[in-house]
Nanobody, 124 residues
Framework: QVQLVESGGGLVQSGGSLRLSCAAS????????MGWYRQAPGKQRESVAT???????NYTDSVKGRFTISRDNAKSTVYLQLNSLKPEDTAVYYC??????????????????WGQGTRVTVSS
């Protein structure tokens, strides 16, 4: 299995910035696509941004121009820079990735296990 640990959340005022980090660990052979997701109170989890191993990015419309996803393959880490934050960005942010890992009996390609997430609260 692969574990993912998010960090960097906090309380900020509207218009502020945060940088989230997510580190993957485990018997990783290769990390493919990585992404950030968020779940606001009373809502379903949604995809925020994704990045391929080669750095091709995709964003949900509501964050385009404000958020930037990046990754460091050597550190098995993905980042999310959040700028111009709005109260509607308030949510718990999670990361995940498509990972090839060593099960001990062979390689398997799957999503990692969801972490605890990191809470982002934007006050108006």
């Amino acid at each position: 299995q692969v574990q993912l640990v998010e960090s960097g959340g906090g309380l900020v005022q509207s218009g502020g910035s945060l940088r989230l980090s997510c580190a993957a660990s485990g018997r990783i052979v290769r990390i493919n696509d990585m992404g950030w997701y968020r779940q606001a109170p009373g809502k379903q989890r949604e995809s925020v941004a994704t990045i391929t191993r080669d750095g091709i990015t995709n964003y949900t419309d509501s964050v385009k121009g404000r958020f930037t996803i990046s990754r460091d393959n050597a550190k098995s880490t993905v980042y999310l820079q959040l700028n111009s934050l709005k109260p509607e960005d308030t949510a718990v942010y999670y990361c995940n990735a498509v990972v090839t890992y060593d099960t001990g009996l062979g390689f398997r390609r799957d999503f990692g296990s969801w972490g605890q997430g990191t809470r982002v609260t934007v006050s108006s």
